[in-house]
């Protein structure tokens, strides 16, 4: 074998598993990032989410604003990874349950995503550089494009 035939072989194998390594599906595990307790607190209100680490296909999570001494909003959360695709599905303050798909995932950045919901139409997650975590919900309301963020810093899972 020549030299020119085996860079061209060694070429095509590194195009291969680059190819392989791109098509690679996001699992659930790649969320264990976002497993802890996180402190989104602030404007007068406590605001505390907190998430399981991923096992059995899902990671389940919760959240509690507490203003005034009274709690003014909660959520029940849910990723949950089904028939090759992740679904970050949520029931806020006794409303009805909503699901939305993964659409993107990279570099510890989620983007979930259901266009037939009222509000939001997409939900993000992203672990920042310094460990703190930006949250935001996103779509149309009343016409408008509107964007809700919710920073949060890790806290301590006993509060």
């Known amino acids: 074998m020549t030299?020119?035939?085996?860079?061209?072989?060694?070429?095509?194998?590194?195009?291969?598993?680059?190819?392989?390594?791109?098509?690679?599906?996001?699992?659930?595990?790649?969320?264990?990032?976002?497993?802890?307790?996180?402190?989104?607190?602030?404007?007068?209100?406590?605001?505390?989410?907190?998430?399981?680490k991923p096992s059995g296909q899902t990671m389940l999570g919760m959240s509690r604003t507490v203003a005034g001494g009274k709690t003014v909003a909660f959520e029940f959360l849910q990723l949950r990874?089904?028939?090759?695709?992740?679904?970050?599905?949520?029931?806020?303050?006794?409303q009805a349950e909503a699901s939305f798909k993964l659409v993107k995932y990279e570099n510890n950045?989620?983007?979930?995503?259901?266009?037939?919901?009222d509000f939001p139409q997409r939900i993000f997650y992203r672990l920042e550089k310094d460990g703190s975590l930006a949250a935001a919900i996103e779509g149309m309301s009343k016409g408008k494009l509107k964007k809700i963020d919710f920073p949060m810093k890790r806290a301590k899972c006993d509060q």
């Open 109 to 117: 950045e989620a983007v979930f995503e259901n266009p037939e919901h």
């Open 81 to 94: 990874e089904q028939e090759g695709n992740i679904f970050y599905i949520a029931k806020p303050s006794g």
């Open 3 to 52: 030299i020119k035939h085996y860079s061209l072989i060694c070429a095509c194998l590194l195009t291969f598993g680059t190819a392989a390594a791109q098509e690679q599906k996001t699992t659930i595990a790649d969320f264990a990032w976002l497993a802890g307790c996180w402190d989104g607190s602030g404007g007068g209100r406590e605001s505390l989410e907190h998430w399981m």
